[in-house]
């Protein structure tokens, strides 16, 4: 079997996919007309089991059943972006102000084009797949993995491995790359409130200070990164939103501000917030000002399971070629939510290669002018067919 070939033959399935959900973008947690393409796709194809508004989301999860009880996940998110599409190709966004700048529609057709391959081959399969289409990625506040997780994705029946792409223009089309362990950051939100007593800016012995008191907090929160984390533990603290103050001359009695932390590692993401309490306490207090402090977990850090990847890696190695497995040197600070289904899951985070100069598509994800390589989709479709078949076939 050639799962590389078997993708570039049904090439023109996975790409008219692909564009019709890229004209039609849908935000985070509003993926309606995708999941309705995405479950009628899965219908024509013939999967066992369909389940539409899984955890009373928008997510379609669906199984092929093969020859044994173990079960392996392969998952896709379907969420757009609010960007204003700028790339001027045929198959642009019809929906104002809504872009897939983040490369979700190939990851949803994709995986449509992986589970046309798998019912193909279903006969030799050695146990089941369990195909998850992900809503709201894109946004912490509605949390599409956590919530399917929650919802029991991973069980009924039980997923031992879970495998999961994203496409990648800063590499090559035909490549892939991961690492183990720690690949992306934790992803985790701040806002303080500091409170002190306004006043005349020419009597500042009569009222509490609070612009000087935040300056005192932004120099102290930025030496917790320098100072208090372990130098060799990756770690970003930035304050990204300050405001108070009305008038030149009125000293405010507050000033908020809010911000962000990436870790890659949990211990450290535990410690952080109770350096910043620390830090929020004693400088209020010395000036005699209060504080509110409010921290909002979000994604953790994704860690590629190490036996896993190690297996993964060595079969893509069969299905691309040596050269086209690249070990990730480091991880990045950037957030992902797969990183859910890792922490119960053992499981492994591609990056897919769709960068190509003269085709142009090596701006970065975010950008209103970001597009793929569509030569990548096969590639895309082969490596999740063929390491859920893989994984399924070792044992
Ligand atoms: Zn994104
Ligand atoms: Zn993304």
């Known amino acids: ?32 007309k995708t999941s309705e393409l995405v479950a009628d796709t899965l219908k024509d194809i013939g999967v066992d089991e369909l389940q539409e508004g899984f955890g009373e989301t928008t997510a379609v999860v669906a199984l092929i059943k093969g020859n044994s009880d173990r ?3 392969l998952r896709a998110d379907m969420d757009a972006l609010p960007i204003k599409e700028e790339t001027g190709k045929p198959y642009a966004s019809k929906i104002d102000g809504v872009m897939h700048a983040c490369g979700h529609d190939a990851h949803t057709a994709m995986l449509l084009g992986a589970a046309k391959l798998l019912v193909k081959h279903k006969k030799k399969l050695k146990g089941n797949v369990k195909l998850i289409f992900q809503p709201c990625e894109e946004r912490q506040d509605c949390r599409g993995a956590k919530r399917l997780v929650a919802a029991g994705v991973l069980r009924n029946p039980d997923v031992g491995a879970i495998f999961g792409i994203h496409v990648f223009p800063e590499l090559e089309t035909g490549k892939v790359a991961t690492c183990p362990g720690a690949a992306l950051a934790s992803s985790d939100v701040f806002r ?15 009222g509490i200070d609070t612009v000087l008191i935040a300056s005192q907090v932004v120099n102290t ?23 108070g103050g009305e008038a030149e001359n009125i000293i405010p009695d507050t000033v908020e ?15 952080i917030p109770l350096w910043i309490e620390e830090a929020l306490r004693g400088i ?26 190690e297996f993964a890696m060595n079969s893509l190695k069969e299905l691309l070629g040596e050269g086209n497995v690249l070990y990730l040197e480091k991880p990045s600070m950037g957030g992902e939510d797969f990183a859910e289904y890792l922490k119960f899951v053992p499981g492994t985070y591609f990056r897919l290669g769709t960068g190509n100069r003269e085709k142009g598509t090596t701006y970065p994800l975010h950008n209103p002018r970001f597009d793929i390589d569509e030569d990548a989709l096969p590639v895309g ?6 390491l859920a078949f893989k994984w399924l076939s070792d044992k």
Do not use: W
Request: charged fraction near 30%; avoid cysteine; charge should be positive.
């Open 1 to 32: 079997m050639d799962f590389l070939k078997d993708a570039r033959e049904i090439k023109d399935f996975i790409v008219g996919l692909r564009r019709q959900i890229h004209q039609y973008p849908e935000l985070s947690g509003r993926e309606f």
């Open 192 to 206: 303080i409130k500091i409170y002190g007593k306004g006043t005349h800016a020419s009597k500042p012995h009569m």
């Open 71 to 73: 079960t392996v996940a």
């Open 221 to 243: 929160l930025h030496h917790i990164v320098s100072r208090r984390v372990d130098p060799l533990d990756p770690a970003v603290l930035t304050i990204g939103t300050i405001k």
């Open 257 to 271: 501000m809010a911000g962000t932390i990436r870790t890659l590692n949990e211990d450290v993401r535990k410690k």
């Open 381 to 386: 479709t082969a490596v999740l067919s063929f």
């Open 284 to 309: 209020t207090s010395a000036y005699g000002g209060s504080y509110e402090f409010d921290y909002e977990e979000g994604t953790p850090p994704l860690i590629n399971d190490k036996k896993v990847t």
